[in-house]
Nanobody
Framework: QVQLVESGGGSVEAGGSLRLSCVAS????????MAWFRQVPGKGREWVAY???????AYAESVKGRFTISGDNAKNALNLHMNSLKPEDTALFYC??????????????????WGQGTQVTVSA
């Protein structure tokens, strides 16, 4: 059973920074896509960024230039460095994973494994 555990959320003022981390266990595949999504109450999960095991990354337009995704394949770890945070970044952030040799997806339905989420709150 694959498990994902996120950490690093918290509260910060607008303009501040936070770093989220995610560690996956229970899967030995070295070829995978790992992604960050976020969700606010009453809305669906919004894709933030993904990283493929070959290092390929992509970002949603709303976070491009402010967020940086990184990872360590050997540790099945994924990070999200968030700078210049805005109140509209407030959300529950989820880590997701799928073993794949294909291109990664920004669709939440494509990922079978999810973490429990970590809250990020940005005050004005």
């Amino acid at each position: 059973q694959v498990q994902l555990v996120e950490s690093g959320g918290g509260s910060v003022e607008a303009g501040g920074s936070l770093r989220l981390s995610c560690v996956a266990s229970g899967e030995s595949s070295s070829r995978a896509c790992m992604a960050w999504f976020r969700q606010v109450p009453g809305k669906g999960r919004e894709w933030v960024a993904y990283r493929r095991s070959d290092g390929t990354t992509a970002y949603a337009e709303s976070v491009k230039g402010r967020f940086t995704i990184s990872g360590d394949n050997a540790k099945n770890a994924l990070n999200l460095h968030m700078n210049s945070l805005k109140p509209e970044d407030t959300a529950l952030f989820y880590c997701a994973r799928r073993s794949s040799t294909q291109a990664c997806s920004s669709n939440s339905w494509w990922y079978p494994y999810w973490g429990q989420g970590t809250q990020v709150t940005v005050s004005a």
